[in-house]
């Protein structure tokens, strides 16, 4: 009786399990459980009861079914593709190569496609990460690929942060994260940093206060790595402390880096001749450290390939990563199939080397701004501000001496010096005055920049000029 | 509805949502000439590596994305929209659904990544727990999803071939108000639903937003398949072309959310679309999208900007018209094979708009569920989608979904055929 259909055990098999699945929506789901030579992390803990709600789609359940020799499927509600108005797909490189997709490509690329990433896509990141981090590619952890690192960010935060929770954040952190996470009502617990990032000894005062209050995060939200607001860098051996009492604690990490790729180093721009030998400094990732499944990296290409094409994505455990798919299934479906070609057709024609090449170049092009402007800042701010030299990324956080608050700084007397920085207060997760300015040397020309600075040291000197004589 | 009924209807998660202050803080800035900006952390566009970007177009045609503004729109950060097209987009929606004059300017339009992004979205935005949502009782699967992972009310209403039937919906409403609930919404596919196939013609349109008025709901209208509309004529080969209407024409509450996208009428593979919306409603979807996946991929909406300011009006109701053709000829390829297979041993409707017909087996035991037939479809190797799927209730279900988008001529008919053979066996058979 249909032996086809027996041999697949369809009856009780998988199929119908998962369209009977339906009846699952409203259960708990699986025990999640991760195990590893010394811990074991019960991402049960973690998981918020929403989330764990989510099921696979029943619909694409029925995706092996297709492959049966003779199936004819009325199954699916594809658009056809012999109504896409494409062609060809090309993209043309600085150095004159122009890549064009194939004709399966361009279907590959505006059809509906695979929920964490087209396979070719996701087969590069794979390698790339087991490449960068130093990581077997197994079955603990993979990748997906989101709509920008920030849409897997808040995918995660949804999965694991209620207004219930704390969460342990760096003091200063990303506005962008700030922005996310206030409106859950969660409490923000911020641990000091200085120029290495998120100190340790603070991180384990901070618990032990929390413990004390009979609060229990779980969840520890860093940015290694150029961060933005600070341009800190935590060295390896910070992180490895980090991990150390994240994992006596048993918080889960969320290390969000997009400018690793942007990490250079203390040392100054080699010079044109230099340019050839230099090397990335090498920098161990929280996830290459992660040996219990805590971490989840989230990348981003913005900083290196473009912004805009909306590319980032995640990596972590298996069980994790396959939540915030789940999630994607019922949201945006997919990242853009466009944006994905692009990537697949460049890693393709640059491969690893290519790519490592890119890195090098960006990680310099960067490193001689930050020259540049450090040059320049010591010019004009010395006297005004201390900082520290950032080995990474965009940003150059100055204390300002004598300024209790920047916000009103900026706020009431830069726009009349024509000058511009952020303040500090922005980036407080406790909404903090602060002393400290951000200044971006990511886009500005060298006389802009010296424009700025000295309009930044007039600006300073005329508000401490306020401040000092009796009014 | 004004700001303060809206925001009475927004979820607290919402209402905390910050301003963004140091966009305010910047936007003075901006204004000046001669500011020196040390202020935002783009990345620079020198490092990243393509010069250009080219689609050729399949009726003729090519797209050139080069030079520095053009690659700039599409691969820099595009804050909420590529330049130009939150006004392109406007014109589009002003010049494609006619609305009363006076509402336009309380109207916004907005870019998103996909229907299914706007839905996402715009439930996190209006759906607090316990909130009753009403939808047709087989309704499109992530919705289910999302408004379930929201703890919202799930209330599936009973429709027929013109979509949500106007007693069942008053008559649920009354129940929830009974039970001293929180009505909030309602979500509607009016033109070609997904899995229903069922097409809300302007009376029908009317009478559900006289019940949308009385108990105040907010409408949810995910609109892809209006761009996909047939000739009710099996015979012509006419087809209506681009005529976009749904609730908005006579929404003078100012009570809908329309979503569109362009993954029906160009591709899928953009996660591109729009949402036109009362603008307190639009301005907390913008904060919303600023923390999440943006408006979107920018590449996407440079490339469609891109070739529907090349084809203009006339250009798009042309591939308009051109799609409809092509997928109206399958339609009427399955409505006929329908008539010749399975007609006595099943009901349906002859679709208006989208890519599914919603069969309905009429043979077998009563009250048969759709899913026990698996096994004999597969016997046959055909393969529809049970109705189950859909159900907003997680109940049973005796339909079957079947979709005429994507298999090739011949498989349309044969497949049909061997439908008919399925319900054919079950016809003959003693158990089941």
């Known amino acids: ?111 509906y496609s695979n929920t964490p990433g087209l396979p070719a896509l996701l087969e590069f990141l794979t390698s790339l990460q087991s490449s960068e981090h130093d990581k077997k590619d197994n079955d603990e952890w993979s990748v997906c690929v989101t709509t920008g690192s920030q849409e897997a960010l808040s995918k995660a935060v949804d999965m694991l942060v209620g207004p219930e929770d704390t969460v342990i954040v760096d003091d200063p952190t990303y506005a962008g994260t700030l922005a996310l996470m206030r409106p859950i009502g969660c409490t923000l617990a911020g641990v000091r940093c ?61 290390e969000d880096d997009p400018y690793r790729f942007l990490y250079y180093g203390t040392d100054p721009h080699p010079g044109e001749e230099g340019e050839k030998e230099w090397e990335r400094p090498k920098s161990q990732s929280m996830f290459s450290m992660d040996t219990e499944g805590r971490v989840i990296r989230f990348d981003s290409i913005s900083k290196i390939l473009s912004s805009g094409i909306r590319l980032g994505f995640a990596t972590g455990p298996k069980e994790l990563i396959d939540r915030i798919n789940l999630h994607t299934q019922a949201s945006n479906l997919h990242p853009s199939g466009v944006s994905q070609a692009l990537c697949i057709s460049l890693f393709n024609h640059w491969k690893l080397e290519g790519w490592e090449k890119h890195i090098k170049k960006v990680a310099l092009y960067y490193m001689k701004r930050r020259d540049t402007f450090e040059a320049l800042a010591r010019k004009y701010l010395s006297e005004h501000a201390e900082w520290t030299t950032p080995s990474a990324g965009m940003f150059v956080w100055f204390k300002l001496h004598g300024i209790e608050d920047t916000q009103d700084l900026i706020q009431n007397k830069a726009k009349d010096a024509n000058v511009l920085l952020l303040p500090g207060q922005a980036f407080s997760p406790t909404n903090e005055k602060s002393c400290y300015v951000r200044a971006a040397f990511s886009t500005a020309t060298a006389d802009d920049m010296e424009k700025a600075l000295s309009r930044f040291a007039k600006l300073l000197v005329a508000a401490k000029d306020t401040n000092q004589s009796p009014s | 509805m004004d700001q303060k009924r809206w925001e009475a209807k927004f979820t607290p998660m919402i209402r905390r949502l910050p301003k963004n202050k140091l966009k305010e803080l910047c936007a003075p800035f901006n204004e000046s000439k001669d500011i020196a900006l040390l202020g935002g952390g783009l990345p620079n566009q020198a490092m990243f590596p393509l010069t250009s970007i080219g689609v050729e177009l399949a009726g003729g045609g090519s797209i050139n994305i080069k030079g520095f503004s053009p690659l700039r729109a599409a691969m820099q950060y595009n804050g909420g929209g590529i330049p130009g097209y939150k006004p392109f987009l406007k014109e589009l ?18 870019p998103c990544a996909g229907s299914s992004d706007a839905l996402s979205k715009t439930f996190r935005i209006v759906v607090e727990e316990g909130d ?124 809908v959310i329309r979503i569109d996208t362009v993954s029906k009428f160009l591709a899928p593979g953009f996660r591109s679309g729009w949402v036109t919306a009362p603008k307190p409603f639009i301005s907390q979807f913008n904060k919303l999208s600023n923390l ?3 408006s979107g991929c920018a590449l996407s909406q440079a490339i469609v900007m891109n070739i529907l300011k090349q084809w203009g009006a006339k250009g798009l109701r042309d591939h308009v018209q051109k799609v409809q053709q092509f997928y109206q000829k399958r339609r009427n390829i399955v409505a006929l094979a329908l008539d010749k297979h399975v007609k006595g041993l099943c009901e349906w409707s002859v679709p208006q708009a989208g890519m599914f017909f919603w ?74």
């Not at chain 1, 384990?204 to 860093?222: D, F, Q, S």
């Not at chain 2, 049970?386 to 209730?393: H, V």
């Open chain 1, 194 to 254: 200085d120029h290495e990032g998120m100190v340790p000894e603070e991180l384990a005062r901070t618990l032990e206060e929390k413990k004390h209050l009979g609060v229990h995060p779980k969840v520890l939200y860093t940015v290694p790595t150029g961060q933005n607001p600070s341009g800190s860098t935590a060295s390896d051996a910070r992180k490895r402390a980090i991990y150390q009492i994240a994992s006596e604690w048993n918080l889960l990490i969320l």
């Open chain 2, 359 to 432: 069969i309905k087996p009429t043979v077998g035991v009563k009250n048969l569920n759709s899913e026990g037939l698996m096994p004999t479809l597969l016997k046959h190797k055909v393969l529809l989608v049970p109705g189950s799927i859909f159900s907003a209730a997680d109940a049973n279900s005796p339909y079957f979904r079947l979709a005429f988008s994507y298999a090739s001529e011949k498989d349309l008919t044969v497949g049909v055929r061997k439908l008919g053979e399925v319900l054919r066996d079950v016809q003959n058979s003693k158990t089941h």
């Open chain 2, 292 to 294: 999440s996946s943006h």
């Open chain 2, 93 to 110: 929606v002003d010049r494609e659904i006619n609305p009363y004059g006076e509402c336009d300017k309380d109207w916004d339009v907005t």
């Open chain 1, 1 to 111: 009786r249909g032996s086809s259909v027996a041999s697949m055990g369809l009856r009780s098999g998988p199929i119908f399990r998962a369209l009977r699945g339906r009846n699952l929506r409203h259960s708990q789901g699986k025990t999640l459980r991760y195990m590893s030579q010394s811990k074991a992390v019960n991402y049960d803990d973690f998981i918020r009861p929403h989330a764990k709600r989510r099921e696979p789609s029943p619909i694409r359940a029925l995706t092996p079914l297709l492959k049966l020799p003779g199936m004819i499927s009325l199954g699916g509600g594809l658009p056809n593709p012999e109504m896409f108005p494409f062609k060809s797909l090309e993209f043309t490189l600085e150095d004159g190569t122009c890549l064009a997709l194939k004709s399966s490509e361009i279907q590959d690329a505006f059809q």
């Open chain 2, 132 to 255: 009753v949502c009403f939808l047709e009782d087989h309704c499109y699967g992530p919705v289910l999803s999302l408004l379930t992972g929201q703890d919202a009310c799930i209330r599936g209403v009973k429709g027929d071939s013109n979509g949500i039937v106007p007693s069942q919906l008053e008559a649920a409403c009354q129940t929830s108000k009974k039970e001293g609930k929180r009505l909030k919404l309602i979500y509607l596919v009016p033109a070609g639903g997904n899995p229903t196939g069922a097409f809300m013609p302007v009376q029908r349109l009317r009478d559900i937003y006289k019940i949308a008025q009385k108990y105040d709901l907010i409408i949810v209208e995910d609109n892809p398949y209006e761009w996909l509309r047939y000739n009710s004529d099996l015979k012509s080969t006419c087809v209506p072309g681009l005529k976009l209407g749904g609730f908005k024409p006579f929404d003078a509450d100012k009570r």
